[in-house]
């Protein structure tokens, strides 16, 4: 398939503004760096070689003919033409993205640099907040951990607030929907698992090697149990947006979510808050478990 | 035939060095890549030729424009009434920025973020132009991925809009009120936990407002004229921003649970079988929606007001389904 201009464009002057400041490039390095063949450099070197001013035949840019035939770009002259600056798009989609990993404290140290330096060049594109308080400690030493290929020890509370100590094999920090969780292989579980950063309260690496290989399959393998549909007034329906692959309609003054749900527990914990909003609920072994909570909740105040 | 790429690079060119300004006539008849009229071709060759330029320009200006080049409109009367173009050097080259080849790792995680989203494009084009000022190295693996998030349609109409300070139309089905069409200055994209935001002025009910970009049903729509109004130096987060005040909350935790509340709070005292810990909250709703979530294994002491905000959630939740 033909390549979009704007693409090539954009890469025809990462080329010159790269050969610019980094001097006579052979043509092997420019294709590794930018991705392409080195028959693609060719040819956009030759492009930009034979670009021209409005009316004449003045070339602004030009390269050194015998360096050429010997697959080097080298400038011999260059009248100003340089690559362009971010796109208001371009700059929040890499900003928003960079210091999303970070307010989810999964950001390596380059990346904080980057982002100071994008931050620097073009003010401020997006507003980023961040609510994961994930322990600098915590964040540290998983990455001595990964790094070292060690095994590590977490305390981790899960979703149920239990609270255990597990030897993981530690593969990647990653961000899913804008939370920091650790991808790991747990030899409590024999199985692998995602550990949510700002529930680990702390880690200690082993002297053990890891055993374990990551995965391919990144992310998230919570297979619902069932689906759950729950009618709530439009005033409660914020609490819902957030369900796991949850669809949600209008019906009258109400709307009506779908979602799956993994543990009616967990649910059901996110539905008491909004319960005085909350109109109908199916299955009926959602409403039982939000009526046993209830009743423990209120137990407790007694 | 000359490539389009080739085209926009001496548009580009063009525009950058010329003293003044380029009226239409001169791109199409000076600039490589566009077909200067026909020589003694006939009113209708001549209608058709012009006609086909201008769509090809009109393009060109729109694409140069996406890819982050600034094109200026000039008007001079004393050059009579047709208006001019041209680019500002300074405004339009990429700032000076020295990246690492970590730090270009980096960069191209964080696309993953976009991916097969609506900006996903737009994240890659930006990685390929700051690889120009990164230095070369070996391919650094990073243990860091970022999953694709799910972005709705209307965040890049919106960036948009904000870069160029226009109005924008929007259907928007808020809590309180319903569905309704909105008509909103966009300030700026605010992005927390996933979740995309946009804050601006609402010009119907004449206040700032923050809406949810996932609850914009339909298409963005932009209104009036570019540089409209002035996004404030200081703009208002509202219920987005942490809150100055923070309050103390005592709560009672079962042993063994409630390991979140503990480690956030400084353990007070033992009342029978509770623990007491004083516990700093910002937002009241979302200590409420901690405690009640763990179901019974958790019980605010303090303030009676939270503690009686639970305590509705809880009867409220008793009466579901048995109305």
């Not at chain 1, 704007?6 to 010159?16: A, E, H, K, T, W």
């Not at chain 1, 140290?109 to 073009?122: S, Y």
């Not at chain 1, 692959?245 to 649910?267: K, L, N, Q, S």
């Given at each position: 398939?033909?390549?979009?201009?704007?693409?090539?464009?954009?890469?025809?002057?990462?080329?010159?503004?790269?050969?610019?400041?980094?001097?006579?490039?052979?043509?092997?390095?420019?294709?590794?760096?930018?991705?392409?063949?080195?028959?693609?450099?060719?040819?956009?070197?030759?492009?930009?070689?034979?670009?021209?001013?409005?009316?004449?035949?003045?070339?602004?840019?030009?390269?050194?003919?015998?360096?050429?035939?010997?697959?080097?770009?080298?400038?011999?002259?260059?009248?100003?033409?340089?690559?362009?600056?971010?796109?208001?798009?371009?700059?929040?989609?890499?900003?928003?993205?960079?210091?999303?990993?970070?307010?989810?404290?999964?950001?390596?140290?380059?990346?904080?640099?980057?982002?100071?330096?994008?931050?620097?060049?073009?003010?401020?594109?997006?507003?980023?907040?961040?609510?994961?308080?994930?322990?600098?400690?915590?964040?540290?030493?998983?990455?001595?951990?990964?790094?070292?290929?060690r095994r590590a020890r977490v305390e981790y509370v899960d979703a149920h607030d239990r609270r255990t100590t597990r030897d993981v094999d530690p593969?990647?920090?990653?961000?899913?929907?804008?939370?920091?969780?650790?991808?790991?292989?747990?030899?409590?579980?024999?199985?692998?698992?995602?550990?949510?950063?700002?529930?680990?309260?702390?880690?200690?690496?082993?002297?053990?090697?890891?055993?374990?290989?990551?995965?391919?399959?990144?992310?998230?393998?919570?297979?619902?149990?069932?689906?759950?549909?729950?009618?709530?007034?439009?005033?409660?329906?914020?609490?819902?947006?957030?369900?796991?692959?949850?669809?949600?309609?209008?019906?009258?003054?109400?709307?009506?979510?779908?979602?799956?749900?993994?543990?009616?527990?967990?649910?059901?914990?996110?539905?008491?808050?909004?319960?005085?909003?909350?109109?109908?609920?199916?299955?009926?072994?959602?409403?039982?478990?939000?009526?046993?909570?209830?009743?423990?909740?209120?137990?407790?105040?007694? | 035939m000359v490539e389009k790429s080739q085209r926009l690079l001496n548009l580009i060119i063009g525009l950058s060095s010329t003293r003044h300004r380029l009226t239409r006539d001169q791109i199409r008849d000076t600039v490589e890549g566009y077909e200067p009229l026909p020589r003694g071709a006939s009113e209708e060759d001549a209608r058709k030729a012009e006609q086909a330029f201008e769509r090809m320009f009109e393009r060109d200006k729109a694409e140069l424009r996406e890819m982050g080049v600034p094109v200026e409109t000039v008007e001079d009367s004393v050059y009579g009434d047709e208006i001019g173009y041209r680019i500002r050097p300074a405004e339009a080259a990429m700032p000076a920025l020295e990246l690492t080849a970590a730090e270009l790792a980096v960069l191209n995680v964080a696309t993953d973020y976009w991916r097969g989203a609506v900006l996903g494009g737009d994240a890659q084009q930006a990685v390929m132009k700051l690889a120009s000022s990164a230095e070369h190295g070996p391919r650094v693996e990073l243990p860091f991925a970022a999953l694709p998030a799910a972005a709705h349609d209307a965040i890049g109409t919106l960036v948009e809009a904000i870069a160029d300070r226009q109005a924008v139309r929007f259907e928007y089905s808020s809590t309180k009120a319903g569905a309704a069409t909105r008509t909103v200055e966009p300030w700026t994209v605010v992005l927390r936990a996933g979740v995309a935001y946009v804050i601006g002025f609402d010009r119907d009910r004449e206040a700032p407002r923050t809406f949810r970009v996932q609850r914009i049903g339909g298409r963005v729509t932009p209104v009036g004229e570019h540089r409209a109004y002035d996004i404030p130096d200081e703009i208002p987060l509202g219920a987005l921003g942490e809150s100055e005040d923070i309050h103390t909350a005592r709560v009672a935790l079962r042993p063994e649970s409630g390991h979140a509340l503990r480690r956030r709070g400084t353990a007070a005292s033992v009342d029978g079988g509770w623990d007491l810990y004083d516990v700093e909250y910002a937002h009241s709703d979302a200590l409420v929606a901690e405690v009640l979530g763990l179901a019974g294994a958790a019980r605010i002491v303090s303030p009676e007001d939270l503690a009686a905000a639970v305590v509705r959630a809880a009867q409220a939740a008793q009466e579901v389904g048995r109305g």
């Open positions: 398939m033909a390549e979009h201009a704007r693409d090539r464009l954009v890469r025809m002057l990462g080329i010159l503004t790269y050969v610019e400041r980094h001097g006579a490039t052979p043509f092997a390095e420019l294709a590794d760096h930018f991705g392409v063949s080195v028959a693609q450099v060719r040819k956009d070197i030759d492009a930009l070689w034979v670009a021209s001013e409005p009316g004449d035949s003045w070339s602004p840019i030009d390269f050194s003919a015998d360096e050429f035939d010997a697959d080097v770009a080298a400038l011999v002259r260059n009248d100003g033409v340089t690559q362009v600056r971010l796109s208001p798009r371009e700059a929040v989609a890499l900003v928003g993205a960079l210091s999303t990993m970070g307010a989810a404290g999964a950001l390596p140290e380059a990346g904080g640099q980057v982002l100071a330096k994008l931050r620097d060049a073009l003010a401020e594109p997006v507003i980023v907040l961040g609510d994961d308080a994930v322990a600098p400690e915590v964040r540290e030493g998983l990455i001595a951990a990964i790094g070292r290929y593969h990647r920090l990653v961000v899913i929907d804008g939370h920091g969780y650790l991808e790991c292989f747990c030899h409590r579980a024999e199985d692998y698992r995602v550990l949510r950063l700002d529930r680990i309260a702390a880690v200690e690496t082993l002297d053990t090697p890891v055993s374990r290989p990551p995965t391919d399959t990144a992310g998230f393998s919570l297979t619902p149990a069932f689906k759950a549909t729950v009618r709530i007034a439009r005033t409660g329906r914020w609490a819902l947006e957030d369900m796991p692959g949850v669809e949600i309609e209008d019906a009258e003054e109400d709307v009506v979510a779908t979602f799956g749900v993994a543990d009616a527990a967990w649910a059901a914990g996110r539905l008491l808050p909004v319960a005085a909003h909350v109109r109908e609920v199916a299955p009926h072994r959602l409403l039982e478990e939000l009526h046993r909570q209830a009743a423990a909740v209120l137990e407790a105040h007694r | -």
